[in-house]
């Protein structure tokens, strides 16, 4: 009985692990804002490296993949990027991951976002 009350404590305590890291998955532009053409850098801080998880981030602007990035050992990445021809204005970055569910194998999209200001 002892064990089983063991097991039990040590699964809640990485599922709150889990739960709490996947609750910090960050993504930031620097800069937040530019022309067309500038270089941006997309970087990446708190995402999954967990067997569930690929251990990628697609990263896409309003609805167009620009790239794949690999995560490092510690759930980073950081992608060099140009603001392509945009209209001026507002334009949502996007970064997501592909989780499945550990009970059923059921896809978990893990999508943050950031936005990006295109001057003139």
Known sequence: MRALLAAAAVATALLAATTAAAATQKVTLTPAS??????VVVRGTGWAQIEFCKPRVVLAVDD????????DGH???AVRWRIP?????VHRVYATQHCESGMD????????????RVTA
């Open 85 to 89: 021809g945009f209209a001026r204005g």
């Open 34 to 39: 530019g022309k067309a053409g500038a270089r």
């Open 64 to 71: 167009v993949v620009f790239a794949r990035a690999v995560l």
């Open 75 to 77: 759930g980073r990445f």
């Open 105 to 116: 194998g059921s896809p978990i999209l893990v999508t943050r976002h950031v936005d990006l």
